[in-house]
């Protein structure tokens, strides 16, 4: 891997940043921050319909002959204007495991629809009760004919007010251990039987709660063998590690290192002249180089064929307790502004949504305790920290 920005990436961003600025409408970042949903219908249409969500992507199933790099890159300048795209996150993360597990019916049906920008799939995993052990999934599914009924309940299903399937974890055997009794399917959440009920984080994000009854999922969106649905978990799962630490734009911290050039220290003297707060900023600059590098090493494992499986769980791993190092230290230096909201603080209150919002990126993908059990027994070969059941 070489990691030296070439000519035609650094064309790739000019054009990206052209693009941006003939599309991008400011009044989207406002829009994400009053409703805390972080999916725009109209920006996601938009990529679809230029080809740039199926950059990469084998023809025959919708790809484009969008050049990837520079998808990526306008992607990152999204990012860097504030935007984040996590409809599109959740609906690559499936559609990817699609191509890799589902039938040629299940293929045809969803990707091509879904890189044209219609289709947007959440994820339902987790339930009440439950928390993080997905494998204690409670929902129902039984068989009738060519159909499968669900019932129960999941919380977490963020961006579900706005998608149009889900990937649905259910139970569909009780007489095996909980981890081989899964399948997974994926439904739609216009479907007799599906209601939607909103959550607010801590964090000022509108997530959902939802419910299912007697919903009717065909056979044919099956995700997956019947009861093997842990596999397919696996391999979801590490889509969602790689998109997890995908490379932005400008970090929180440039943008605090730019502020602390003038903003007075309590000597009067700019911040960043103070030696200590310099080095604090250059090693939270150094995480976020490090958390780049592991992202571009999964994503270019997952562009060149592989499934990036040990590499997405160093990756998640490093960036997310990193981005709660990051806010510890910029919480600290910015001292009581930190706690202002939107343009009452310094970056309209950047700091301060980024502290509220981080405490769930370790939780996410798989909690850090996971990750660290994956690295220790597939790369490093030590004995398994705790039984399947």
Do not use: C
Request: charged share 25%; no cysteine; proline share 5%.
């Amino acid at each position: 891997m070489d990691f030296v920005e070439s000519d035609a990436l650094a064309e790739h961003r000019q054009a990206a940043h052209a693009w941006a600025e003939r599309h991008f409408r400011p009044e989207w970042v406002e829009q994400e921050h009053a409703t805390g949903t972080h999916h725009n219908p109209e920006l996601h249409a938009l990529l679809g319909q230029q080809g740039l969500l199926g950059a990469g992507w084998p023809a025959q199933y919708g790809g484009t002959d969008v050049d990837p790099a520079y998808a990526l890159a306008v992607f990152q300048e999204i990012g860097a204007r504030g935007l984040r795209m996590d409809g599109w996150v959740t609906t690559e993360m499936v559609t990817r495991t699609i191509l890799h597990v589902a039938t040629e019916e299940a293929k045809q049906e969803i990707v091509p629809a879904a890189l044209r920008g219609e289709v947007v799939i959440v994820l339902g995993y987790t339930e009440p009760g439950s928390g993080s052990d997905v494998a204690a999934a409670r929902m129902r599914a039984v068989r009738d004919g060519d159909e499968w009924v669900v019932n129960g309940s999941k919380m977490f299903t963020s961006t579900a007010h706005m998608a149009t399937h889900v990937f649905l974890l259910a139970r569909t055997n009780t007489e095996v251990p909980k981890h081989k009794g899964l399948t997974l399917f994926l439904a739609r959440l216009d479907a007799p039987g599906v209601e939607v009920q909103p959550v607010h984080t801590l964090g000022g994000q509108r997530t959902n709660a939802t419910f299912y009854s007697d919903v009717r999922v065909p056979d044919s969106m099956r995700i997956g063998e019947v009861d093997g649905g842990w596999g397919v978990m696996r391999v979801a799962l590490v889509h969602e590690r790689g998109t997890a630490v995908a490379p932005g734009g400008p970090t929180l911290v440039e943008q605090v290192a730019e502020w602390a050039r003038t903003a007075p220290g309590p000597d009067g003297a700019p911040l960043l002249d103070d030696p200590t707060v310099a080095e604090q900023l250059a090693r939270l600059a150094i995480d976020d180089e490090v958390s780049r590098l592991l992202g571009l090493k999964v994503r270019w494992i997952a562009a060149t064929g592989g499934m990036p499986g040990i590499e997405g769980s160093m990756a998640k791993l490093y960036s997310s307790e990193a981005e709660q190092r990051r806010v510890d230290v910029l919480t600290d230096l910015l001292g009581e502004q930190a706690l202002l909201r939107d343009g009452a603080g310094p970056l309209h209150g950047a700091v301060e949504w980024a502290y509220r919002k981080a405490p769930v990126s370790t939780i996410y993908g798989g909690t850090s305790e996971v990750q660290r059990e994956i690295v220790a027994e597939r790369r490093l070969g030590l004995p398994r920290s705790r039984p399947v059941g």
